[in-house]
């Protein structure tokens, strides 16, 4: 038997009635439509941009949206959508690169101009329609373009401009085909959910009936219906999402689950006792501890390449796991914590002109010597829901509030070569750093929060004498979405404590530095 990388959602939800498709064009930001959709209480996905209108129809959605791209409509080989959809009378909204699509496909004309708008902008509302319905009519809103729609198309009507952009939103006169230059779905277009919104209750009249309980029982049933008697083996990391995952599916097989917690020696401090506690008292599993440390510490020495370091971890996990599925009996499927940004991030979903950002040993199956069946229930969520998801299953918020954990642990925040003495000091220190935003009653209010030991040893004066030992960095960043971050002003006392306890309680370290740059340029993690 290979391994099966179909979901248990490969079928539409009973609860997702009035979906909404998102076919990505290439943009940065089509999570981020997609989620701003659902905090509607509509159920989107993300689908290829050369969809055909056939596979449209089978998806039976109320509406469309069109994301942003990096492209320009007239270049050759650009990303363009089946002209037959246009033929199914269903609403679209094309947002920057969508609506020059949109105008194109109907015959208007889009050019480059020497008048660019990236950033914040002023627009004005010309022509008040459903869509503009409770939205001011001077706001401002994000732009991120260097082509312009200088001619709208024949039975086409503008409805906002800016200063150098006359024809910053249009809509046909009598079809739902609307079109928006600016994005909405981020932060820095603030009335953007306004828009949101309008289209898909006024333009698309979904019923808004998207709930995580109605999700959470229809993977029940599935699960269910798929698995029969057989048995399911789960990962267990620690981590928000494989925890949710072991819920969900006890919830659905109580005693037909075994879990599997490999502990790597690249976990937090505390972490494996907290797992163990939780899903043996409150969830009462069959749960397997692999005491791998070890056995990964030899994998990774004088391993340095981030990449090679996520390989070797991956690789290291599956036999680990793989020997641990060997002792129990009558296994046949496999469930894994994969969510919608992993998918989408690894090519595995749109597989369209995006990017692929991420390697995930998670994401499309595990070796086919394993032999299992993959579930995925949480792979059409995004992390906000899991977390909501995660509560609603019973789980504590000592789990489901965590900050997000790389895959393979603290081996990417260990810059350069992994060593236990090395871990050790990270791991000491990573906990004075929650200890004290958890004191300052800030770790609720920050997104993601860690240390970072680097590979170089600096200067210090510790009593009489000179040191020479680690310089370790703080990492804190706020973000709604995790595609951009800004660095957290903590404050300034708060810094100090947590500086003063590394340098005083962590044998090894005489400096604390502070990381201040947002993503992007850099990324949150540092490898």
């Not at 024949?154 to 006169?173: D, M, N, R, Y």
């Not at 689950?257 to 790597?264: F, Q």
């Not at 100090?496 to 993503?519: F, H």
Request: charged share 20%.
């Amino acid at each position: 038997m290979t391994v099966a990388t179909s979901s248990t959602t490969d079928t539409p939800l009973k609860s997702t009635q009035g979906r909404v498709l998102v076919l990505d064009f290439g943009s940065q930001y089509a999570q981020l439509i997609a989620r701003r959709v659902r905090e509607q209480h509509v159920y989107c996905e993300i689908v290829r941009h050369d969809i055909t209108a056939e596979q449209v129809r089978k998806h039976n959605p109320s509406g469309l949206i069109f994301s942003g791209g990096p492209n320009s409509v007239y270049d050759d080989g650009s990303p363009q959508p089946d002209p037959a959809i246009f033929d199914l009378d269903l609403p679209i909204l094309g947002i920057c690169y969508g609506m020059q699509l949109v105008c194109t496909s109907m015959g208007g004309q889009v050019v480059s101009t020497p008048s660019r708008e990236y950033g914040p902008t002023q627009v004005s509302v010309t022509c008040r329609d459903s869509i503009f319905s409770e939205f001011p009519a001077e706001a401002q809103v994000w732009m991120s373009h260097g082509d312009q729609v200088m001619e709208a198309p024949a039975g086409f009507q503008p409805l906002a401009s800016t200063g150098t952009c006359p024809i910053a939103a249009v809509k046909h006169e009598s079809r739902p085909l609307y079109g928006l230059q600016f994005n909405p779905e981020v932060t820095h277009t603030p009335q953007g959910n306004t828009l949101l919104k309008n289209f898909l209750y006024e333009v698309c009249h979904c019923p808004g009936n998207w709930q995580l309980g109605d999700f959470a029982e229809e993977q029940i049933r599935q699960v269910q219906q798929r698995v029969g008697n057989g048995r399911v083996i789960c990962g267990l990391s620690g981590g928000v999402d494989s925890a949710v995952v072991a819920a969900l599916l006890y919830r659905a097989l109580g005693d037909q689950l075994s879990c599997i917690l490999v502990d790597n020696g690249l976990l937090r401090k505390g972490e494996t006792g907290l797992v163990v506690d939780e899903f043996t008292r409150h969830f009462k599993t069959d749960l397997h501890v692999v005491e791998a440390e070890t056995l990964f510490l030899d994998a990774l020495a004088g391993v340095t390449e981030p990449q090679q370091k996520r390989t070797v971890i991956g690789h290291t996990f599956i036999d680990c796991f793989k020997q641990a599925a060997e002792s129990i009996e009558d296994v046949q499927f496999l469930a894994q914590g994969t969510l919608y940004p992993d998918v989408i991030e690894s090519g595995a979903a749109v597989d369209g002109p995006a990017a692929t950002i991420k390697l995930h040993h998670n994401v499309g199956g595990l070796p086919d010597e394993l032999g299992f069946e993959l579930i995925e229930p949480l792979r059409d969520l995004f992390k906000d829901e899991v977390r909501q998801l995660g509560l609603e299953l019973g789980l504590p918020e000592a789990i489901i509030w965590r900050h997000p954990f790389p895959g393979p642990g603290l081996a990417v925040r260990c810059l350069g070569e992994i060593k236990k003495d090395r871990l050790d000091i990270l791991r000491e220190a990573d906990a004075i750093v929650i200890e004290e935003i958890v004191a300052a009653d800030l770790y609720r209010k920050t997104s993601q929060l860690f240390a970072v030991l680097l590979p170089i040893q600096s200067v210090g004066v510790m009593g009489d004498a000179r040191t020479y030992e680690n310089a370790l960095v703080i990492r804190c960043v706020d973000t709604d979405d995790f595609m951009t971050a800004d660095w957290t002003r903590l404050p300034y006392d708060v810094l100090a404590r947590m500086s003063t306890r590394i340098i005083n309680e962590v044998a090894g370290v005489n400096r604390v530095c502070y990381d201040i740059s947002s993503k992007p340029p850099a990324t949150i993690e540092w490898e």
